[in-house]
């Protein structure tokens, strides 16, 4: 039995909400140089709220952050982490341009504050 859930063509292995992604703000240079040293990925992750994690790592309401991304598609509202996992997006969400956070706990704390105000894009 397979361990991901099918929707819209698109395979995902969880499901967040109050979710973020977190890019690290990085000058031509230091994009250059990371992308030489990480090829493949993107300087950024994803942080969020579970509400369903078909691998069972995640409680339901936790909150979790995921390895260094290897894209998003905002028309199917996913991610992929450079793990393989792939997350769809739904409700509120946002985009930091101010680094990959610390604290993602916190982090998923100040979105979901953040989601009671403004909206910056909304999944299905």
Request: charged content about 20%.
């Amino acid at each position: 039995m397979s361990t991901r859930q099918e929707k819209a063509g698109y395979t995902y292995t969880s499901i967040l909400t109050n979710w973020a992604i977190h890019i690290a703000p990085l000058s031509d240079r230091d994009r250059v140089a990371f992308s030489e040293l990480r090829p493949g990925l993107m300087p950024a992750v994803l942080t969020g709220q579970v509400v369903d994690d078909k691998a069972e790592r995640f409680p339901s309401g936790s909150a979790m952050m995921t390895s260094l991304l290897v894209g998003f598609d905002f028309q199917s509202m996913s991610c992929i982490s450079a793990s393989g996992s792939t997350y769809q997006l739904v409700g509120r969400g946002d985009i930091q341009r101010s680094g990959i956070p610390s604290d993602y706990s916190q982090a998923v704390g100040e979105t979901i504050l953040r989601n009671r105000d403004v909206l910056s894009i909304t999944g299905e």
